[in-house]
């Protein structure tokens, strides 16, 4: 068994050595308590003790700080806070961010949903979305099961043969199913969109209040044809979809769903169809539209 005395020795031993090296009076004063502690009696303490206390007459023993030890534990503090917060970044989702899905019908209902939510808060900041595509602004080809007529056999026995052929119906011009308003002219403002013309005309009543081109949508994303309502307003709005990206556009009034009325800076070819099914409107004109058309103005849309 080890000698309980000898092991004190040692540890006064250690603590007279790091008394001696102490670079104040206080670590110093500390270290010689603690050899004292551990062995009263023993020479080499007993000198130490007389000899620290005619070099530190007035000083106090305090504990020596390892400053090492403390910048290592905050450094390593600092490290762990990081990568929590990092963490916790990478599992947050923008609410904002659009809603990706290979069906178009949920697309089109994360849309009015968002459109609903936005129209009671009044306007601000929006969730980024697309201008629609072909596949939210037309519908799809249905496929018409027809069976053919069996064939005659000269056995009997012999069963017709039936294999159902889909037949794809042409696709028509998209137009929209809103509940109708009575005809125009409206007794108060309201927006008429030309589509043969590629013209819009803001109307007080009977009088035209603001005239100019357009460009709506191509062949292949035409914009929806009926009678609407501005159900939302936006100062600004990234818009993507397959083939673009338009950041920041301004001055946007939706109607129905996904379409809108717009300002435009990356084209000025106004008078012809150039859209993904929206109304692009020279941006200083869609700025005094903004501010003319409240919520709730009709927008009549006709081929």
Not at 48 to 67: E, F, K, Q, S, T
Not at 107 to 112: G, K, P, Q, S, T
Request: glycine letters at 6%; aromatic letters at 8%; proline letters at 13%.
């Amino acid at each position: 068994m080890r000698d309980p005395g000898g092991h004190r020795e040692g540890n006064a031993l250690q603590a007279v050595r790091r008394a001696l090296r102490a670079s104040s009076p206080e670590a110093a004063l500390w270290w010689t308590a603690q050899a004292y502690r551990a062995a009263p009696t023993h020479p080499a303490v007993r000198a130490l003790v007389r000899r620290i206390r005619r070099r530190y007459p007035n000083a106090r023993g305090h504990r020596p700080i390892h400053w090492f030890r403390i910048a290592l534990a905050g450094y390593a503090l600092l490290t762990l806070i990081a990568l929590i917060l990092i963490l916790y970044g990478l599992r947050l989702r923008n609410p904002l961010e659009p809603l990706v899905t290979a069906d178009p019908s949920v697309a089109i209902a994360a849309i009015e949903q968002t459109g609903i939510s936005e129209t009671r808060q009044g306007e601000g900041s929006a969730p980024e979305s697309a201008t629609p595509s072909p596949a939210l602004a037309s519908p799809t080809p249905t496929a018409t099961l027809v069976p053919p007529t069996p064939t005659a056999h000269a056995s009997p026995a012999a069963s017709p043969t039936r294999r159902p052929v889909p037949t794809a119906t042409p696709r028509p011009r998209p137009t929209a199913s809103p509940t109708l308003m009575p005809g125009p002219p409206f007794p108060g403002r309201w927006i008429l969109v030309d589509l043969s013309d590629q013209e819009l005309i803001a109307y007080e009543g009977e009088t035209p209040i603001l005239r100019t081109k357009v460009s709506t949508g191509r062949a292949r994303t035409p914009t929806v044809v009926g009678v609407f309502r501005i159900y939302l307003k936006l100062r600004s709005r990234t818009m993507r979809g397959p083939d673009y990206y338009l950041p920041n556009v301004p001055y946007v009034m939706y109607f129905y769903k996904g379409y809108a009325l717009h300002g435009t800076y990356w084209h000025n070819n106004f008078g012809r169809p150039m859209s993904h099914g929206c109304v692009n409107l020279p941006t200083p004109i869609a700025a005094q539209l903004y501010q003319w058309a409240d919520i709730g103005t009709p927008v009549v849309v006709q081929p």
